[in-house]
């Protein structure tokens, strides 16, 4: 019996997430084949099969990964001496990330397919989830670091965030001369006026 | 030979894509079978192809519908004499839309195909293009009216209010508990914001 090294295999799962998230951004789900999987990672066709049961399984864990790095990313924020700077460089961040049109296209792939995937749609809901109980956090530590001066509460202030968040990512699908990057002032902005009444 | 009335004619193609918007945002338009839109608008089976040569007519004509009724409600509001008043009860009127979890879920359901339908797409970004249009000739004449004080060019500023009606749909296709009716008052301090900087 061959034997198999757990972080090896970790880093070629991973590896294939990474080459699944292109093609699929790129062809779609329904039209991505698991051999144009490998070959974006290198792999021989087939090779996949020792790693997922299934495209749909690659699919599945490629939604639940971003779920983890959401809350990966956020968690350590809330617990910052700034939180209302963290929040604004965290869009700042997210920004950047609509500007990838692969990511974009990707997101924007992943909530169609969630419209007819029962299975997609649960962790696309988690996922989101996971997104605002991060931005709740930070607004009500930057409440309690006193700066804040908003009538909203702190689940509203995290929706509203939330929807400027989906709204960019909406825009960067819809007009390809919309460049999330150029528009960060107008973002912070907005924001400020949301939670710091000005 | 039988003839046909343009009137009666009309209204029953209207009256079958009033059917054929329910059954595709209740089962999807895959699911959606032509039948069924025939029963939703009282008619027998088969009688939707003495309008439509097919279920993908059907959609293509629900889209082209929906640009005209936006083209259409928006005309008259850059004419009005208070044009900052009529862009805020235009917003108003998105956000009761949005609450119909039905008309949501439809335009869920059509920028979804959109992503995969090269005539579905044209069509949703020609509406979104009239949308945008639309706010941008509000924001001109608001402009005219002396009611603007923003850095933001009039493009821009519509990119930003269309970014925000994005994300209201989004957010009521994310979560259940967003409900756009009881946020017209934070949506108006927004735009008020981004038009008028207070």
């Given at each position: 019996m061959r034997?198999?090294?757990?972080?090896?295999?970790?880093?070629?799962?991973?590896?294939?997430?990474?080459?699944?998230?292109?093609?699929f951004a790129e062809s779609g789900f329904v039209a991505t084949r698991t051999a144009d999987i490998c070959a974006k990672a290198g792999?021989?066709?087939?090779?996949?099969?020792?790693?997922?049961?299934?495209?749909?399984?690659?699919?599945?864990?490629?939604?639940?990964?971003?779920?983890?790095?959401?809350?990966?990313?956020?968690?350590?924020?809330?617990?910052?001496?700034?939180p209302m700077a963290e929040l604004l460089a965290f869009l700042d961040h997210i920004c950047q990330l609509a500007?990838?049109?692969?990511?974009?296209?990707?997101?924007?792939?992943?909530?169609?397919?969630?419209?007819?995937d029962e299975a997609v749609a649960r962790l696309v809901k988690a996922n989101d989830r996971v997104l605002r109980d991060g931005l709740e956090a930070l607004v009500r530590a930057a409440d309690q670091a006193g700066q804040l001066h908003t009538v909203l509460s702190a689940p509203e202030a995290a929706n509203w965030l939330a929807t400027l968040i989906d709204g960019m990512f909406a825009r960067v699908a819809a007009d390809p001369d919309f460049h999330p990057d150029q528009q960060t002032e107008?973002?912070?902005?907005?924001?400020?006026?949301?939670?710091?009444?000005?």
């Open positions: 034997t198999v090294d757990p972080q090896q295999r970790e880093t070629k799962r991973m590896a294939l997430l990474d080459a699944a998230s292109h093609c792999m021989s066709a087939g090779n996949l099969f020792h790693y997922f049961a299934s495209k749909h399984e690659v699919l599945l864990a490629l939604v639940a990964r971003e779920g983890e790095q959401i809350q990966q990313a956020m968690a350590p924020l809330a617990q910052a001496a700034d500007c990838d049109r692969h990511y974009a296209g990707l997101a924007l792939e992943i909530s169609a397919l969630g419209h007819r107008v973002l912070q902005s907005l924001v400020v006026h949301l939670l710091q009444g000005r």
